[in-house]
């Protein structure tokens, strides 16, 4: 659960911003920056950076910008950083490129892009070609009234257009197993049960 979204220049001043659950204090960019500036100073740099006020940061550098996530809870970091791949690859389909300029030049379109992506601090649609449907740039202007689309499995770039099924199917296991370790006085050291949801689906 992401709190906020910042993109900062090399100065650490902020370019944009989006607050999605009000939980954080606008300053903790610049938190951000001193910890950072304390870190490379260290040579302890890392894209996850934790700070003492109970603040995540995950980061990371795109033609001389931060774009910077910032949580207060135990969020799953790896799923953050791919969040923020997602959001440069779909910044880049609007833009060509990322930078300070094309985002002072388009701050609407990244603030419709922004709130799309994420809703309430969880991540939405980051699929660029599901996202040209709903927000058109000038290259991409509609006649009539923008409509969703018709087909959004059509839209995704992980499925091929034409397969059908005869039946729709889903199948779903759940792979449990429990982990138990016992002490010579028959105290409990360790128990766990852990468990993988296997989907296989027919649509």
């Given at each position: 659960?992401?709190?906020?979204?910042?993109?900062?220049?090399?100065?650490?001043?902020?370019?944009?911003?989006?607050?999605?659950?009000?939980?954080?204090?606008?300053?903790?960019?610049?938190?951000?920056?001193?910890?950072?500036?304390?870190?490379?100073?260290?040579?302890?740099l890392?894209?996850?950076?934790?700070?003492?006020?109970?603040?995540?940061?995950?980061?990371?550098?795109?033609?001389n910008?931060?774009?910077?996530?910032?949580?207060?809870?135990?969020?799953?970091?790896?799923?953050?950083?791919?969040?923020?791949?997602?959001?440069?690859?779909?910044?880049?389909?609007?833009?060509?490129?990322?930078?300070?300029?094309?985002?002072?030049?388009?701050?609407?379109?990244?603030?419709?892009?922004?709130?799309?992506?994420?809703?309430?601090?969880?991540?939405?649609?980051?699929?660029?070609?599901?996202?040209?449907?709903?927000?058109?740039?000038?290259?991409?202007?509609?006649?009539?009234?923008?409509?969703?689309?018709?087909?959004?499995?059509?839209?995704?770039?992980?499925?091929?257009?034409?397969?059908?099924?005869?039946?729709?199917?889903?199948?779903?296991?759940?792979?449990?197993?429990?982990?138990?370790?016992?002490?010579?006085?028959?105290?409990?050291?360790?128990?766990?049960?852990?468990?993988?949801?296997r989907?296989?689906?027919?649509?």
């Open positions: 659960m992401i709190s906020a979204i910042f993109i900062l220049d090399v100065k650490g001043r902020v370019i944009i911003s989006r607050d999605y659950r009000g939980d954080i204090s606008p300053k903790c960019a610049e938190r951000f920056m001193t910890r950072l500036n304390e870190l490379e100073v260290e040579s302890k890392t894209p996850i950076i934790h700070d003492e006020a109970g603040i995540s940061f995950v980061y990371l550098t795109v033609s910008l931060y774009v910077l996530a910032v949580t207060r809870t135990n969020v799953n970091a790896a799923s953050v950083v791919c969040f923020l791949h997602r959001l440069v690859d779909v910044f880049k389909h609007y833009f060509q490129e990322l930078e300070e300029e094309s985002l002072r030049d388009n701050f609407v379109i990244v603030y419709e892009l922004l709130d799309e992506v994420m809703d309430y601090g969880y991540p939405q649609f980051t699929e660029a070609k599901i996202l040209t449907e709903y927000i058109k740039t000038d290259a991409y202007k509609l006649e009539a009234a923008p409509k969703p689309p018709m087909a959004v499995t059509n839209a995704v770039s992980w499925r091929m257009e034409g397969i059908k099924y005869k039946k729709n199917e889903v199948f779903l296991d759940a792979v449990e197993s429990v982990n138990l370790l016992v002490h010579s006085n028959g105290s409990v050291v360790l128990s766990e049960v852990v468990g993988v949801l989907m296989c689906v027919y649509l």
